[in-house]
């Protein structure tokens, strides 16, 4: 959803700030780092739909995840695409669609 893409380049962006803080990557990697974040989106690797596709499930989505309703477009559109959620959050836990975290999803590709 554009508010989830809005929150990853936030969050990327913050951490990448502290790994070059940290002087574990130069300021031209992180450079780098940033324009490969952009064509993620530019190539369709990753693509930001809109809330068109999802809110007409945004009352069930809402029930499914109480504890952060600012959660539910994620919700709501697993729903719709019958798809996996990939997080480390907790609070999706029991919202009735499958969830990933990375190491599980690398497991499991490993094992393709």
């Not at 190539?43 to 009352?59: A, F, K």
């Not at 809402?62 to 600012?70: A, G």
Request: net charge negative; charged share 30%; with cysteine.
């Amino acid at each position: 959803s554009p508010a989830r893409w809005e929150e990853t380049e936030h969050e990327v962006s913050r951490r990448i700030a502290i790994i070059v803080r940290q002087e574990r990557i130069t300021p031209e990697q992180a450079s780098k780092l940033f324009t490969d974040l952009s064509a993620l989106r530019s190539t369709h690797s990753i693509e930001v739909v809109s809330r068109d596709l999802y809110e007409h499930v945004e009352v069930a989505a809402r029930r499914r995840i109480p504890r952060d309703p600012k959660d539910w477009p994620t919700v709501a559109l697993a729903m719709v695409l019958d798809a996996g959620i990939l997080t480390g959050d907790n609070d999706f836990l029991g919202c009735g669609c499958p969830t990933w975290t990375v190491d599980t999803l690398l497991q499991e590709l490993a094992g393709l």
